[in-house]
């Protein structure tokens, strides 16, 4: 195992990082912006370095600073955590070079399954259903035409190097479609440097269903079950849990199956999740990897008693997994509700400022992933997360109770933010029948 690792990320999943760390006697060395100085979990590490000013862009994206910590801090392995730098095949490679183990994936694989047309092909290769949909990029207006045509509308125009629910517009008929290419395009290439963009059908009325995966370096690759997300608002995840509702065992299987093969195909290594839709016939669809550790990765955690954390270390460190497939349990149903700083009245926008009070659930079952403390600032340059709520009980009916308990329990103030409308969906009969589609959020409020 690592004696030293550095954590090129901030907040709570900096924090969780640190936690693992703790627990398997390795020491972590933290990176912060100027904004994230006063942040209480830098005490937790070993020590911490300075990489810059606020703006992401001149800090946890430096590849170069970040890199110089590492030498300094002396670490023999870094966690990107998930944004930032962690899907950055670039930054994966140039750890490589510099001799500092990344822990995630290896950047080929990386890069072939972090371009969302690329991981298509693979899922094909695998026999994993995909999506009907353009076989590559779409080049031109006339082959966007024709492909729809083929599928039939509505469709989506999505980015290849898309993610956290941007680049994707939907296009109901060809008038639509001709406006919409260039504009995906154009945006697509601000938001991601690369103005690729390919269509795929629009799934109506789907739930997204993902499975997370974990293999080694010794050949051995294994699904932890799946993550039932459907409760989206803006293509964004809101509520997650797991197991998957309503899911019959048969596809529950047949989905987890696929996304061993998947991974198996592409040679991909360390923690990762397969992201599918299901539609309301139960068939399933593959539709991206998330090569990395993802922010719903608790779920996964109580239901199967697996550091998640620990376990990326552990394979990154050349150890061979310790358990086989047919001994990963999925005990009890564990929900996951993330609590954003945002302001339901103003369009869902992010809300910094400064928590004047707080208090955090506790008792049977109940699990709180934050990094913030009252007196916290929420700072305007990072994502709106102050923090996961998840529980855990024997089963889902119980799991409602105890997270409906815990968000009644829960008080922050100083800043607006999306628990209100957590607590709205609990209450839903959608939600609580296991019956909701990804639109359904939006539809209802
Ligand atoms: P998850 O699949 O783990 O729920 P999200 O899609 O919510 O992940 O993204 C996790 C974090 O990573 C968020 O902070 C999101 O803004 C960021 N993120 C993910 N993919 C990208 C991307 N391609 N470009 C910029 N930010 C991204
Ligand atoms: P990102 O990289 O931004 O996470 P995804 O491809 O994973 O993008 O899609 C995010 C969400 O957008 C999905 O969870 C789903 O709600 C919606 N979505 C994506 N593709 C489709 C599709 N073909 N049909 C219907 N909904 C889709
Ligand atoms: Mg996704």
């Known amino acids: ?15 969780r990082i640190i936690r693992a760390c703790r627990e398997l006697g390795v020491e972590t060395v933290a990176v912060f912006s100027e904004a994230d100085r006063e942040a209480e979990y830098l005490q937790l590490a070993d020590e911490a370095y300075c990489i810059g000013p606020p703006a992401a862009s001149e800090s ?27 899907e ?32 298509r092909r693979i899922a094909a290769a695998a026999k994993v259903p995909c999506v009907p949909g353009s076989k590559g990029l779409v080049e031109s207006e006339e082959e966007a035409l024709k492909v729809a045509e083929e599928i039939g509308y509505p469709v989506l125009i999505k980015a290849t190097a898309g993610g956290g629910g941007k680049g994707i517009r939907p296009a109901r008929n060809d008038i639509t479609l001709r406006s919409e290419l260039k504009a995906a395009s154009a945006e697509a290439e601000k938001a991601f440097k690369n103005p690729g963009v390919y269509i795929e059908k629009l799934v109506e009325k ?7 995966v974990l293999a080694d370096n010794h050949g051995n690759a294994l699904h932890l079950w799946e993550r039932d997300c459907t409760m989206q608002r803006r293509h964004q995840k809101l509520i997650e849990e797991s197991p998957a509702p309503n899911l019959p065992q048969s596809v529950r299987e047949d989905i987890c199956k696929a996304a061993v093969r998947l991974v198996t195909e592409s040679g991909y290594t360390n923690a990762g999740t397969c992201e599918f839709l299901v539609d309301p016939d139960n068939r399933f669809y593959f539709i991206e990897v998330n090569a990395r550790i993802q922010v719903e990765h608790p779920v996964t955690e109580m239901v199967t008693s697996i550091d998640l954390i620990q376990q990326q270390l552990r394979v990154a460190a050349g150890e061979t997994l310790p358990f086989q497939q047919r001994s990963v349990p999925c ?16 369009d869902f926008r992010g809300c910094p400022g400064t928590i004047t009070k707080l208090r955090i659930p506790g008792g049977p079952g109940v699990r709180f992933d934050s990094h913030v403390h009252e007196g916290y600032k929420i700072s305007p340059y990072y994502d709106s997360m102050i923090g996961k709520l998840i529980v855990h009980r024997p089963t889902r009916e119980a799991a409602i109770a105890c997270m409906r308990r815990a968000l009644d329990e829960i008080v922050i103030e100083g800043v607006k933010t999306t628990i209100p409308l957590a607590r709205k969906i609990l209450d839903h009969t959608t939600f609580i029948d296991g ?11």
């Not at 789907?206 to 997370?212: D, L, M, N």
Request: proline letters at 4%.
């Open 88 to 119: 950055n095949a670039h930054f994966a490679e140039v750890c490589r070079d510099s001799q500092i183990e990344f822990i995630g994936p290896s950047h080929e694989a990386m890069a072939k399954l972090g371009d969302k047309v690329e991981a």
């Open 435 to 445: 019956r909701g589609d990804t639109s359904f959020v939006e539809r209802t409020w």
């Open 331 to 346: 005990t009890g149903a564990a929900l996951e509700v993330r609590i954003n700083a945002e302001d339901p009245d103003n």
């Open 206 to 212: 789907p739930r997204h269903v993902e499975v997370q």
């Open 60 to 86: 946890y994206l430096k590849i170069d600073r970040v890199i110089s910590a590492a030498e300094i801090g002396n670490v023999q392995a870094i966690h990107p955590g998930y944004g930032f730098l962690a």
């Open 1 to 15: 195992m690592f004696q030293r690792i550095l954590i090129a990320n901030r907040g709570e999943i900096a924090l």
